[in-house]
């Protein structure tokens, strides 16, 4: 009777752990992820399995080619044992609250990486109620991973992030909030968004990275016309998404008349003949971007989207190492 006595009762909620939100973290984390995803993309063999032993939860809820294969495999390489999860797999679809399987969770894995159908709260509730590290792999407001993967590109293309001039054009999409989180812990970096009228990345959002990457002389403008952006901006990257983001659908029936001046195609890239293209993939030729520009001499999306498996390394190992 003791013993039971001591075993009931409900677990403690504990901090947040993880990776949730690269605004969340500190410059030396975000600088060291970026770096180690650069390096690990130049031998994968670098480093001394730091998931062996460890059970790590991967939870998709919807689609994913990259991001599900780059954890899955990037924590096979690390030495981890994967445990995976489908959209229909957990019984958070029976009813279960996030807070009780975020208990279950966190009783038998180590660590885990999710892309839910909800909201980043939902995540933060996993880690709390678990007691767990969360990676958050795709949540309705940030893609972080995806921003550790596009700033370690731009990295390994001119030697290092700091002073990079970049033209993100499209949805003000989780991915674009990544890179501005992301962009504002480096210095003397420009990032102009170039996106169609009510599209744009979230006040909340683009106001809290500005405020932090003005502390480093780094600066986030967002126009909503391409007219709007001068011909010697001297941008380095022109980076576009596609304009249906996974899991969203938009309202207004009309929606790709507003989208149509912001594809990316010969022109365009014309206008800053010595930059790079990036694209977080999957792509949609001939409506975000041209086929000719996605596949050119300039494209860097598929170096990019080999990156994704070493920033996934890259996270797992910085988050087993917090743990």
Avoid at 197 to 224: D, F, I, N, Q
């Amino acid at each position: 009777m003791l013993m039971m006595k001591s075993l009931g009762g409900s677990p403690p909620v504990s901090p947040e752990r993880g990776v949730l939100s690269l605004g969340d973290l500190s410059q030396s984390s975000v600088h060291r992820l970026v770096q180690r995803s650069a390096d690990l993309y130049q031998n994968l063999d670098d480093h001394d399995r730091p998931l062996r032993g460890k059970a790590v939860g991967i939870l998709f809820a919807k689609t994913s080619t990259r991001t599900r294969t780059a954890f899955t495999v990037g924590c096979i390489r690390l030495g981890g044992s994967p445990v995976t999860y489908g959209p229909n797999d957990l019984q958070t679809n029976t009813g279960e609250s996030i807070a009780d399987t975020g208990r279950m969770l966190g009783c038998m894995l180590d660590l885990l990486v999710a892309r839910t159908a909800g909201p980043l709260d939902d995540l933060r509730a996993m880690s709390r109620h678990g007691g767990l590290p969360v990676i958050n792999a795709m949540a309705a407001e940030e893609h972080p991973t995806q921003g550790i993967c596009d700033l370690a590109t731009v990295k390994m293309a001119r030697g290092e992030v700091d002073g990079v001039r970049i033209l993100y054009v499209g949805e003000g999409n989780n991915t674009a909030s990544a890179l501005a989180e992301g962009i504002s812990h480096f210095s003397g970096c420009h990032v102009t968004f170039a996106t169609p009228e009510g599209y744009g990345v979230p006040a909340a959002t683009m106001e809290a990275a500005a405020k932090r990457a003005a502390t480093r002389h780094t600066t986030l403008t967002e126009v909503h016309s391409m007219d709007a952006i001068p011909d010697d901006a001297g941008f380095d990257f022109v980076y576009t998404t596609r304009w249906q983001t996974t899991g969203t659908s938009k309202p207004d029936p009309a929606w790709r008349e507003k989208f149509l001046p912001f594809s990316v195609d010969d022109a365009l890239m014309a206008r800053w003949p010595h930059a790079w293209f990036l694209h977080d993939l999957p792509a949609h030729r001939g409506e975000e971007v041209s086929g000719s520009v996605l596949d050119g001499d300039r494209s860097l999306a598929w170096a990019q989207a080999r990156m994704k498996l070493t920033s996934a390394m890259s996270t797992l190992e910085w988050t087993a190492q917090q743990s």
